[in-house]
């Protein structure tokens, strides 16, 4: 194991942390040298988020103590935590949407003119701009860009590139490429080799264990707010990191007993499809009864748009819906809905949870024309479904009352999950359906999508996690600029055949 260097960039040592009802923290330890990048991994609720605020000067500790360059700090605020080199970006973007890029890339700390007035130098601002963006790899002409109108990913690497504008010493990325494509999770792969290179310190937490494998030079897994282990650069690896983040060996990550690949009869077709907004070429495919239709493609392929417009959520303008075998006619998602068609949507606390509302409103909500009666909501009937699907999903909420926002990412999904399997889907579509999660959600997400299908439900998922796409997959079509450029069935499903076909392929 890797020895500690005498003078850490960073020390935390028995940190502890007490919310209302829960032990956040208790005890927990890390050092991180300078120059290093150290990620810190474990389930959602292991305490990484809660550890990195206090690092950050968010929360306050209730035990333990932090050091910066062997000096005890307690920052009584995020802003005197920059102000001495510690910056967190966090997983929720904090953006000022309605501001240019540049405005956003000197917020609060904006180069002003001389001679004492607060005029602000927007060459001065222009030109260091404009050299944050190049070293996260985006182009000049987003300068004047207003931020709402950036997609994700790019979003994201402003972020980054905005933390990077100041005296950094240690540098805390929670979930850095939740929104990111292929090609700027590579380029982020380089700024942090750079940063590192330039004696900068790395707190890197990711749900994605290929990338802690490729980028971490230690690892420290947290566990129930407590230290489950450290390992070195030569002991990185998925299994190991699994093992102690979830306490147990986890062989079947993906549920051993697959379908044939082949499925039972069509129970969605998608007949030579076309939606408003959406490319000038259709998009034929079926999902059939009993097996996991993955689909693949690249960023702006149009996988997800094809599915809204399945869910009724963009309008059709050409081609046929059938469901099992019949016409099906979706004005809407009332009536995709209606038909047992069901998405569980990429975005889950934009478009699949009202986040205020308590966990028992959003599986109700609905679920309401089978829980209503002529004197209103049948509230015995309502209150069995809530202890239902909590208890069937192992989700971790206090009680039904819990506003989902607060929950886990996991529990969030298990949410989502919940208030559709209470209508019995006939197919169900996920679109990312782990984005976010822990490992441990995701062994239990995986386990429950192989259930459905193993009775029946027609899944079409949608994934650009492609480990995930070859461990459940029975079948794969891929997407090209809005095209289906092929299909996979599982005896042909590799990563180079996917990319082949994801990039612009001929199908073989």
Same mark, same amino acid.
């Given at each position: 194991?890797?020895?500690?260097?005498?003078?850490?960039?960073?020390?935390?040592?028995?940190? #502890?942390?007490?919310?209302?009802?829960?032990?956040?923290?208790?005890?927990?330890?890390? $050092?991180?040298?300078?120059?290093?990048?150290?990620?810190?991994?474990?389930?959602?609720?292991? #305490?990484?988020?809660?550890?990195? !605020?206090?690092?950050?000067?968010?929360?306050?500790?209730?035990?333990?103590?932090?050091?910066?360059?062997?000096?005890?700090?307690?920052?009584?605020?995020?802003?005197?935590?920059?102000?001495?080199?510690?910056?967190?970006?966090?997983?929720?973007?904090?953006?000022?949407?309605?501001?240019?890029?540049?405005?956003?890339?000197?917020?609060?700390?904006?180069?002003? #003119?001389?001679?004492?007035?607060?005029?602000?130098?927007?060459?001065?601002?222009?030109?260091?701009?404009?050299?944050?963006?190049?070293?996260?790899?985006? =182009?000049?002409?987003?300068?004047?860009?207003?931020?709402?109108?950036?997609?994700?990913?790019?979003?994201?690497?402003?972020?980054?590139?905005?933390?990077?504008?100041?005296?950094?010493?240690?540098?805390?990325?929670?979930?850095?490429?939740?929104?990111?494509?292929?090609?700027?999770?590579?380029?982020?792969?380089?700024?942090?080799?750079?940063?590192?290179?330039?004696?900068?310190?790395?707190?890197?937490?990711?749900?994605?264990?290929?990338?802690?494998?490729?980028?971490?030079?230690?690892?420290?897994?947290?566990?129930?707010?407590?230290?489950?282990?450290?390992?070195?650069?030569?002991?990185?690896?998925?299994?190991?990191?699994?093992?102690?983040?979830?306490?147990?060996?986890?062989?079947?990550?993906?549920? !051993?007993?697959?379908?044939?690949?082949?499925?039972?009869?069509?129970?969605?077709?998608?007949?030579?499809? &076309?939606?408003?907004?959406?490319?000038?070429?259709?998009?034929?495919?079926?999902?059939?009864?009993?097996?996991?239709?993955?689909?693949? #493609?690249?960023?702006?392929?149009?996988?997800?748009?094809?599915?809204?417009?399945?869910?009724?959520?963009?309008?059709?303008?050409?081609?046929?819906?059938?469901?099992?075998?019949?016409?099906?006619?979706?004005?809407?998602?009332?009536?995709?809905?209606?038909?047992?068609?069901?998405?569980?949507?990429?975005?889950?606390?934009?478009?699949?949870?009202?986040?205020?509302?308590?966990?028992?409103?959003?599986?109700?909500? =609905?679920?309401?024309?089978?829980?209503?009666?002529?004197?209103?909501?049948?509230?015995?009937?309502?209150?069995?479904?809530?202890?239902?699907?909590?208890?069937?999903?192992?989700?971790?909420?206090?009680?039904?009352?819990?506003?989902?926002?607060?929950?886990?990412?996991?529990?969030?999904?298990?949410? *989502?999950?919940?208030?559709?399997?209470? &209508?019995?889907?006939?197919?169900?579509?996920?679109?990312?359906? $782990?984005?976010? *999660?822990?490992?441990?959600?995701?062994?239990?997400?995986?386990?429950?999508?192989?259930?459905?299908?193993?009775?029946?439900?027609?899944?079409?998922?949608? $994934?650009?996690?492609?480990?995930?796409?070859?461990?459940?997959?029975?079948?794969?079509?891929?997407?090209?600029?809005?095209?289906?450029?092929?299909?996979?069935?599982?005896?042909?499903?590799?990563?180079?055949?996917?990319?082949?076909?994801?990039?612009?392929?001929?199908?073989?």
């Amino acid at each position: 194991m890797t020895a500690p260097p005498a003078t850490p960039r960073l020390r935390a040592t028995a940190v #502890g942390k007490r919310f209302p009802g829960v032990v956040a923290l208790d005890g927990v330890s890390l $050092t991180l040298a300078p120059g290093e990048v150290l990620a810190v991994v474990g389930e959602n609720g292991a #305490g990484k988020s809660t550890l990195m !605020k206090i690092i950050a000067g968010v929360y306050q500790p209730d035990a333990g103590t932090v050091e910066l360059d062997g000096q005890p700090v307690q920052f009584p605020g995020p802003r005197e935590a920059t102000a001495a080199g510690v910056v967190l970006i966090h997983q929720e973007l904090n953006l000022a949407e309605n501001l240019t890029v540049t405005d956003n890339l000197f917020l609060g700390r904006e180069p002003t #003119g001389g001679g004492g007035l607060r005029v602000l130098n927007r060459r001065a601002m222009a030109d260091r701009a404009a050299g944050l963006l190049a070293r996260v790899g985006l =182009p000049a002409d987003r300068l004047r860009k207003r931020v709402e109108l950036l997609p994700p990913g790019e979003k994201q690497l402003v972020e980054i590139a905005r933390a990077l504008g100041t005296a950094v010493r240690v540098l805390i990325m929670d979930e850095p490429t939740s929104s990111l494509t292929q090609k700027e999770t590579e380029r982020l792969y380089t700024v942090i080799d750079a940063l590192r290179a330039d004696g900068v310190s790395v707190l890197y937490i990711s749900h994605r264990l290929a990338e802690v494998t490729r980028c971490a030079d230690r690892v420290t897994v947290l566990r129930d707010g407590k230290n489950a282990g450290e390992l070195a650069k030569g002991e990185i690896t998925h299994d190991n990191m699994v093992r102690l983040m979830v306490g147990r060996d986890m062989k079947q990550f993906y549920p !051993k007993d697959k379908r044939s690949g082949v499925g039972g009869a069509p129970v969605l077709t998608l007949a030579g499809v &076309r939606y408003r907004g959406g490319p000038d070429v259709p998009a034929s495919l079926e999902v059939r009864a009993g097996e996991i239709l993955g689909m693949a #493609g690249l960023v702006g392929a149009g996988r997800t748009e094809l599915s809204e417009a399945v869910f009724g959520v963009r309008p059709l303008t050409a081609g046929e819906l059938r469901l099992d075998g019949k016409h099906l006619r979706v004005r809407g998602p009332a009536d995709a809905i209606a038909a047992g068609l069901l998405l569980v949507p990429e975005d889950r606390r934009l478009h699949g949870l009202v986040t205020e509302a308590a966990v028992g409103f959003n599986l109700s909500l =609905p679920n309401l024309d089978r829980l209503g009666s002529l004197l209103g909501v049948r509230r015995r009937a309502e209150a069995e479904l809530h202890r239902t699907w909590i208890d069937r999903l192992r989700v971790k909420t206090p009680s039904a009352a819990q506003p989902a926002g607060l929950l886990s990412g996991g529990n969030q999904q298990k949410v *989502v999950y919940g208030k559709w399997l209470a &209508r019995g889907p006939r197919v169900l579509i996920l679109d990312e359906p $782990t984005r976010g *999660v822990d490992v441990g959600a995701k062994a239990e997400i995986y386990a429950l999508v192989d259930e459905l299908a193993g009775r029946g439900v027609a899944v079409w998922m949608i $994934t650009s996690d492609m480990e995930e796409l070859l461990g459940m997959s029975d079948r794969v079509v891929v997407m090209h600029e809005g095209r289906v450029a092929g299909e996979l069935p599982r005896a042909r499903l590799t990563e180079e055949a996917v990319m082949h076909l994801a990039t612009g392929g001929t199908a073989t």
